[in-house]
């Protein structure tokens, strides 16, 4: 593809409520938002472990018009270990999404994340940094290490706002949190979040047995 046809593609590009969604639920995660030109436009890195290549791909096919690239890339590290991601265009669509998420480079919790959140978000933010807590227990985590304090208390609140789910803090060595569903809610956030993870076989374990559909 040429400059002018990369141009007219950039131009044709609009986000869709649920893209939207995915990507509010991957900067949340693992995903990585960087600019070049000061925030005037920013693009979206994801990257994960091969053995998690289904999830890569389904965020790929989700996300398809808005990657120059025909398929994920395959990336070898040092240690022999492949990873899988892509990069998409950098566009100002995604300006907002920098600026809530983004302060001076440093990740953080956006004030009206209860106004962005989706299920699809929930899920995919589970997808990128959740488990369940054991095999033996119906709760579940999502490994919130970039984020403070302050920061899950708004998460908090916005999961109790928008979808019942009540969560706990737990701290880990005193210096990092992370979310932790417990029971009472374990059953709501299931059924939340599992169309999501239905067709992608890397993330079964995390729910343990899939609820039905």
Known sequence: MNTNEICNQKKGLKLTDRQRAIIVGLVLGDGHLETQNNGRTYRLKVEHAEPQGDYVRWLFDELREWIPAGEPYVKVRKNGERNIGFNTYSHPSL??????????????????????????????????????KSAKHQTYNIHTLGYSESDLK????????RFGITTALHSQKGKYWRLYIPRESASRFEQLVAPYLQPILSMHHKLGTMPKK
Request: no cysteine; aromatic share 14%; net charge positive.
């Open 154 to 161: 708004v998460a908090q609140e916005a999961l109790l706002k």
């Open 95 to 132: 300006r907002y999404y920098g600026q809530q998420f983004y302060e001076k480079k440093v990740k953080r919790m956006p004030k009206i994340i209860a106004k962005m959140i989706e299920p699809a978000s929930v899920a995919v933010w589970f997808m990128d940094d959740g488990s369940r």
